[in-house]
C-alpha cells in the first residue's frame, strides 16, 4: 500500500488556522502561535535539501527487516536555513505566548547552535536529553521551550528527506508503532474517512503511514490488543491504547465526517484526551 503525504503549504496552514480558532476559540492562543511555526517550516521546505540517498533495494530491504530509512543523527542539517528557520520560529513562540519568550537573541547566538555545535545539540534534543546550562534559560521551563523550539526548527529537514526518500514506496511490509523515515514516534493519528485505515503522522518528519487497528502497533511481538477512550459527547476522537504495554495515541475518527483536518492542530485542540490518558496511567507513545 502506498500512503501520500501532502504538506499543507503556506496558505493552506493559514486557512487551517483559521477554520479552528473560529470552531475551538477556547484555543485560538495555541492554534495561532503553533500556526505561525508551521508557516514557517512550510516556507522553509522550499529552501532545504535533503543530502541522503538510497537506492530503491536498499530502502526496501530496510522496511522488511524493521528499519527506518534514515538514522536522524546522519543527517547532515544546513546551518544558514536552520539558523534563518531557527530565529523565525523563536519570534513565533516570543509573540504567541503570553508573556513572551525573552531569550531569543541569547538562544540565536548560542554556541550550541552554531555549525559547530548543531548536530550534538540536535541528538540531545532528538534523544529527549536536557540541555546544558546555559546562562539566560536555567529553569527546566526555559529548556523544554528551547527545546521544542529546536525539535520544530529540525522537522523541516526531515520532512524533506521523507518526501523524497519515502516516495510513492509500497509500506504494507512496515506496520510498527514508529516512524518508517525516521523512526521517531507518533504525534497523534487518524481514521482516513475514504475506508478508515489507521494512518499515524509522524512527530518529527510528519510523514504518514498505516499500521493495523486490530493489533498494538506498539508491544514487540505485538500480541497486545486495542481499546479505546473518549470524551462524552465527542466519539469521533479518542485515545487508542494497548491493554497490555499501556502505550497510547490519539486518533481522530473521519470515517463518517467529510471535514478536512490539519493533525497538528488536532493534536493542539485534543489536550483534554491526553489528561484523560494519563489519569488512566497510559503513557504518550513509546520510541523504540
Ligand atoms: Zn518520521
Ligand atoms: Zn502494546
Not at 470515517?255 to 496511567?281: F, M, W, Y
Amino acid at each position: 500500500m502506498i500512503i501520500e503525504t501532502v504538506d499543507p503549504g503556506v496558505e493552506g496552514v493559514g486557512e487551517a488556522v483559521k477554520e479552528y480558532v473560529e470552531k475551538y476559540p477556547d484555543f485560538a492562543q495555541p492554534l495561532r502561535m503553533y500556526g505561525s511555526i508551521m508557516e514557517a517550516q512550510q516556507a522553509a521546505l522550499a529552501d532545504v535539501t535533503c543530502q541522503l540517498q538510497l537506492p530503491a533495494e536498499e530502502k526496501e530491504k530496510r522496511l522488511m527487516n524493521g528499519e527506518p530509512l534514515l538514522d536522524p543523527r546522519d543527517l547532515e542539517i544546513e546551518p544558514v536555513a536552520f539558523t534563518d528557520l531557527l530565529t523565525k520560529i523563536c519570534r513565533a513562540v516570543d509573540e504567541g505566548t503570553p508573556g513572551g519568550f525573552s531569550h531569543c537573541d541569547d538562544l540565536i547566538s548560542w554556541d550550541g547552535l552554531k555549525p559547530g555545535g548543531i548536530a550534538e545539540t540536535r541528538d540531545r534534543v532528538l534523544s529527549g536529553e536536557s540541555l546544558p546550562e546555559v546562562d539566560g534559560w536555567e529553569n527546566e521551563g526555559d529548556k523544554k521551550i528551547v527545546s521544542n523550539i529546536i525539535w520544530e526548527t529540525l522537522t523541516p529537514f526531515y520532512r524533506k528527506c521523507g518526501s523524497i526518500l519515502f516516495d510513492k514506496m509500497e509500506q504494507s511490509p512496515w506496520q510498527k508503532g514508529f516512524c518508517p523515515v525516521c523512526g521517531s514516534a507518533p504525534l497523534i493519528g487518524m481514521f482516513r474517512s475514504e475506508d478508515g485505515l489507521w494512518l499515524l503522522e509522524c512527530s518529527l518528519c510528519h510523514t504518514l503511514w498505516n499500521v493495523q487497528r486490530a493489533r498494538c502497533p506498539f508491544c514487540e511481538g505485538s500480541s497486545g490488543s486495542l481499546e479505546y477512550i473518549y470524551i462524552e459527547g465527542d466519539p469521533g476522537r479518542r485515545v487508542q491504547y494497548c491493554e497490555s504495554c499501556k502505550a497510547y495515541v490519539k486518533t481522530v475518527d473521519l470515517r463518517e465526517s467529510q471535514r478536512e483536518v490539519l493533525l497538528p492542530l488536532e493534536d493542539i485542540v485534543t489536550v483534554e484526551l491526553d489528561v484523560a490518558a494519563s489519569r488512566e496511567g497510559l503513557k504518550a507513545t513509546r520510541l523504540p
